[in-house]
């Protein structure tokens, strides 16, 4: 299939004017059909992701999932993929392949870790996506076997929906919310969670949580809905492996998202440049719109989302009730004065340094060396002080030493003029 890129700026319409607002730069206002390309081969390349890696290990008998109540294998799984219950965040807004079983009374309920995500519906069967380090999200199904047995199963149809420009133009996660057809860090609070449930406290700060689409669409969201400390009583949580929906969760799983999927555009830019730099054949000849977006700009954008650039400041503490938190920032990786990038602030901001990380995710390990180099090199020009762009006012010099504390504390292939002095 011939590659083909389109300028989303040409097709804005609605709600999608919000989500590029927010989400701007050459990566998420571009999208180019590259997933059947040599250089890429979604379908074809064999995938390297963790349900992949599961799945083999349970077609060898060495794992084997058990059923559990009316939840089935959900819980199994969980356990088999490391993805922690408290991660559990709850959406009834009828957007998923399971969108016939999706009511306010019986949601979707999604968990998540740094390369899998896991939605159950009661009544349905459970979906996967995840990450593949090198070619984007890969999708499965787990349903049960005719001999009782689960079995995972890829579905690429999920493309249809998970392939586009919300996705930052390759196979990827989408969050949403109610007039919102994005939704990650940028995005205030007050616009978030339009058909999602949500526990534990935003303090006075107002978000469309917890209120039926029909009540938001007549304006009906009143602060009675706000700081939830439990689902316990709303509707029947049978089969649910926990009763909350994590505010925490919430803005760290929108955060991730994103990053994740700009994480995987960068490399696909990288790959495609270096085919055609090498000749290889099936690609656009120099001069057509097809042509790679340059590294520079498409680092600049994944850097900016990388540090927090756009995130409105919080006007009130948030907090947690599924313990998600202390199960997050426990994960490390820690420098020896004990600081992570995993540590949250909740007071001011969502991260206590704003740099992501996902820098240490095997999907930025697994990146191209033209895209890392990149990468690295201007978040350097940014934590140096050499970038005096006001976009990076909320970077103060404490902000900045400690970010390359904890890199130079924690990254074993950090380039060496991350040592260098600070201005």
């Not at 349903?143 to 079995?151: C, F, I, K, N, Q």
């Not at 700009?262 to 719109?289: H, K, Y």
């Not at 994960?331 to 001011?348: A, E, H, I, M, Y």
């Not at 140096?384 to 400690?402: F, I, T, V």
Request: proline letters at 7%.
């Amino acid at each position: 299939m011939k590659p083909y890129r389109f300028v989303v700026a040409l097709l804005v319409v609605g709600a999608a004017s919000a989500f590029l607002r927010a989400q701007s730069g050459p990566l998420s206002t571009t999208f180019t059909n590259w997933v059947d390309h040599p250089a890429i081969a979604y379908r074809s390349t064999p995938p390297a992701d963790p349900v992949s890696q599961l799945n083999q290990a349970l077609q060898a008998g060495r794992i084997e999932l058990t059923r559990e109540g009316s939840s089935g294998y959900l819980q199994s799984l969980l356990k088999a993929l490391n993805v922690p219950v408290e991660s559990q965040i709850v959406v009834f807004a009828r957007d998923s392949v399971q969108l016939a079983r999706i009511t306010i009374t019986n949601p979707r309920a999604l968990f998540f870790n740094d390369a899998v995500a896991v939605g159950w519906v009661r009544g349905g069967f459970i979906e996967l996506a995840s990450q593949d380090p090198r070619n984007g999200v890969i999708f499965y199904a787990l349903e049960p076997g005719v001999l009782g047995s689960a079995r995972l199963t890829r579905r690429d149809d999920c493309l249809s929906c998970h392939y586009s420009y919300s996705t930052a133009g390759v196979p990827g996660m989408l969050v949403r919310s109610y007039e919102q057809f994005g939704v990650d860090h940028t995005i205030p609070i007050e616009k978030r969670w339009g058909g999602w449930y949500v526990t534990g406290s935003s303090g006075s700060i107002p978000h469309l949580g917890n209120t039926d689409l029909t009540e938001l669409a007549l304006g009906h969201a009143t602060n009675a809905r706000l700081n939830w400390p439990s689902l316990d009583g709303k509707f029947d949580t049978t089969g649910y492996p926990s009763s909350q929906s994590d505010i925490v969760a919430l803005m760290v799983f929108e955060h991730q998202m994103h990053m994740m999927n700009l994480l995987t555009r960068i490399g696909w830019e990288a790959r495609v440049a270096e085919a055609q730099r090498s000749g290889t054949p099936g690609f656009a000849r120099p001069g057509t719109d097809d042509q790679p977006i340059a590294m520079d700009d498409a680092a600049a954008e994944v850097v900016d989302y990388m540090l927090f650039v756009g995130e409105p400041p919080l006007r009130d503490a948030i907090r947690g009730s599924s313990g998600f938190r202390e199960r997050f920032e426990q994960q490390g990786p820690f420098d020896r004065k004990g600081r992570s990038l995993r540590q949250l602030d909740l007071r001011n901001r969502l991260m206590r340094y704003p740099l992501s990380y996902m820098i240490y995710s095997p999907l930025f390990e697994g990146m191209p060396a033209a895209a890392k180099e990149t990468i690295y090199r201007r978040v350097w020009h940014v934590l140096s002080g050499e970038a005096r762009d006001p976009r990076y006012k909320h970077l103060s010099l404490e902000d900045r030493q400690a970010i390359v504390e904890i890199l130079n504390g924690t990254k074993k292939d950090l380039p060496p003029y991350f040592s260098q002095p600070l201005s």
